[in-house]
Structure formats: structure tokens, C-alpha cells
């Protein structure tokens, strides 16, 4: 059982993971954002696929000015802020609050394919921790916890300060959304780092404003996104379930 004596960029002890932000914690990290995590992320581009289908992203400068976009009106008032709150939530083992941003996330997905991704990644992703016996205490965890809830969770388990969740997290899906436009673009893989060493400031940035929001300013702003997922539904051919 974890305590409550925490600070919010303070992960908790636990046996065997040393110290907050040490060596153990970083290890613990590149673990969670690893393309071999085996949950499964590689099967969705979170309406990506559908935004080259319909012709919004032709290139690898239309592919950059796309993910950034994202990056800023999606990943910094959501899902990075919302791990913030729930790696707090899980700190102080308080399970309304943990319930309560899971459900209100579960709300802000605005098609079933970018539902069924958090639903699946999240199951995928507590069976992951089970098998590795580190998941937290059953009555903490909501009815159907979401990729981002149980993420929030192994972070804190591993003792990585919350920043470092957040810069992790947004490492991870900007790698995703290279790997899809690898397959999908076609974009080559020296024009991918072109566009990482492009993006990499911005993903500082968006980490800075996710934990500068307050609960009233949290919330994607991306109805093309939206627009994009919905009709990734009906696409006649397709690689992704996103």
C-alpha cells in the first residue's frame, strides 16, 4: 500500500526502486515508453492514417506541422496534464480522484476508435503490470482503467518524478506517430529524425504548459482530428484500428 506523505513530482518509495529520478527510475521509464512494451500501441495512428487517406498530410513538412498541432492543442491540455493529476491521485492513494479523471478522459474521446485505443491499451496495459505483480491495490483501480490512468500508475510505482512522466509519455506517442507515417506515408526514416530534432523543443513546451493548466482549461481542441477519426471508422482500406 502506498503512502500519502508525497509531493506531486515526489513519487513515493517502494521496495527495490531507489531513489525519485534516480537510475532505477529512469530504467523504469525507458521501460514504459519502449516500442517493445508489449500492449499492443503499434496497432492504432490515432487518426493519422486517416488524415493521409483524406489528403491533409501529403509530406514530411505537412506530417510535422500535423503532429505539432497536436501536440499542443491535444497532448498539452489532456492527456499530459491528466497524467500529471492522476500520478498525484495515485501518490496519495486517492481513489475518487483516480476514478474521477479516468471517467472524465473516457468523456473527452470523441469517436469509438480513439475510445476503444484507451480501453484497449489500458487492459493491455494492466494485464502487463499483473503479470510483473506490480499492480496497485484492486480497489483503486476504476471499473476500466485507461492507457493514461495505468501509465500514470507505473511511473509512480518506479519512482519517476512527474515531469519526467509527462516528457516520457510525449516522447513515446511522437515516436508512434513516426512509426505509422513510416508505414503509412510513406515518410523515410532519416526524414522521422529530421522531424524529431524539429519537435523536440516543442515537446518541452507542451510539458511546461500541461503543468502550468488549471482543471477549467483542460481539453483537446481537435475537431479535424475528430472529423479525421470518425471516418477512419468507414475507411474502405486501412493498416491501423485508428
Same mark, same amino acid.
Given at each position: 500500500? =502506498?503512502?500519502?506523505?508525497?509531493?506531486? /513530482?515526489? @513519487?513515493?518509495?517502494?521496495?527495490?526502486?531507489?531513489?525519485?529520478?534516480?537510475?532505477?527510475?529512469l530504467?523504469g521509464?525507458?521501460? =514504459? !515508453?519502449? @516500442?517493445?512494451?508489449?500492449?499492443?500501441?503499434?496497432?492504432?495512428?490515432?487518426? $493519422?492514417?486517416?488524415?493521409?487517406?483524406?489528403?491533409?498530410?501529403?509530406?514530411?513538412?505537412? $506530417?510535422?506541422?500535423?503532429?505539432?498541432?497536436?501536440?499542443?492543442?491535444?497532448?498539452?491540455?489532456?492527456?499530459?496534464? $491528466?497524467?500529471?493529476?492522476?500520478?498525484?491521485?495515485?501518490?496519495?492513494?486517492?481513489?475518487?480522484?483516480?476514478?474521477?479523471?479516468?471517467?472524465?478522459?473516457?468523456?473527452? &474521446?470523441? /469517436?469509438?476508435?480513439?475510445?476503444?485505443?484507451d /480501453?484497449? =491499451?489500458?487492459?493491455?496495459?494492466?494485464?502487463? $503490470?499483473?503479470?510483473?505483480?506490480?499492480? #496497485?491495490?484492486?480497489?483503486?483501480?476504476?471499473?476500466? @482503467?485507461?492507457?493514461? /490512468? *495505468?501509465?500514470?500508475?507505473a511511473?509512480?510505482?518506479?519512482? !519517476? #518524478? !512527474?515531469?519526467?512522466?509527462? =516528457?516520457?509519455?510525449?516522447?513515446?506517442? +511522437? %515516436?508512434?506517430?513516426?512509426?505509422?507515417?513510416?508505414?503509412?506515408?510513406? *515518410?523515410?526514416?532519416?526524414?522521422?529524425? &529530421?522531424?524529431?530534432?524539429? +519537435? &523536440? @523543443?516543442?515537446? !518541452?513546451?507542451?510539458?511546461?504548459?500541461?503543468?502550468?493548466?488549471?482543471d477549467h %482549461?483542460?481539453? #483537446?481542441?481537435? #475537431?479535424?482530428?475528430?472529423?479525421?477519426?470518425?471516418?477512419?471508422?468507414?475507411?474502405?482500406?486501412?493498416?491501423?484500428?485508428?
Open positions: 500500500m =502506498l503512502t500519502a506523505t508525497n509531493t506531486p /513530482t515526489e @513519487p513515493v518509495a517502494m521496495a527495490g526502486e531507489g531513489e525519485p529520478g534516480g537510475d532505477l527510475a530504467l521509464l525507458m521501460q =514504459l !515508453v519502449s @516500442p517493445a512494451l508489449p500492449i499492443g500501441a503499434f496497432a492504432w495512428s490515432q487518426g $493519422l492514417e486517416s488524415a493521409f487517406e483524406l489528403g491533409w498530410v501529403n509530406n514530411e513538412a505537412e $506530417l510535422a506541422r500535423w503532429i505539432e498541432g497536436v501536440l499542443e492543442d491535444g497532448l498539452s491540455r489532456c492527456e499530459l496534464p $491528466l497524467l500529471a493529476r492522476l500520478q498525484t491521485a495515485w501518490a496519495n492513494d486517492d481513489g475518487a480522484a483516480i476514478a474521477h479523471w479516468n471517467q472524465w478522459l473516457h468523456a473527452t &474521446r470523441e /469517436t469509438a476508435e480513439l475510445s476503444d485505443e /480501453t484497449r =491499451l489500458g487492459g493491455a496495459l494492466k494485464t502487463l $503490470l499483473g503479470n510483473l505483480n506490480l499492480l #496497485p491495490e484492486q480497489t483503486l483501480i476504476p471499473a476500466e @482503467p485507461g492507457y493514461i /490512468t *495505468l501509465f500514470a500508475w511511473a509512480q510505482v518506479r519512482r !519517476v #518524478p !512527474v515531469r519526467q512522466t509527462l =516528457l516520457g509519455f510525449a516522447w513515446a506517442w +511522437l %515516436e508512434n506517430q513516426l512509426a505509422v507515417a513510416c508505414k503509412a506515408l510513406p *515518410l523515410g526514416h532519416t526524414a522521422a529524425q &529530421r522531424i524529431i530534432e524539429q +519537435l &523536440r @523543443p516543442a515537446l !518541452v513546451i507542451a510539458t511546461d504548459q500541461a503543468l502550468a493548466r488549471q %482549461e483542460l481539453g #483537446p481542441i481537435l #475537431p479535424g482530428l475528430a472529423l479525421g477519426s470518425a471516418l477512419h471508422e468507414t475507411q474502405y482500406s486501412r493498416l491501423f484500428r485508428s
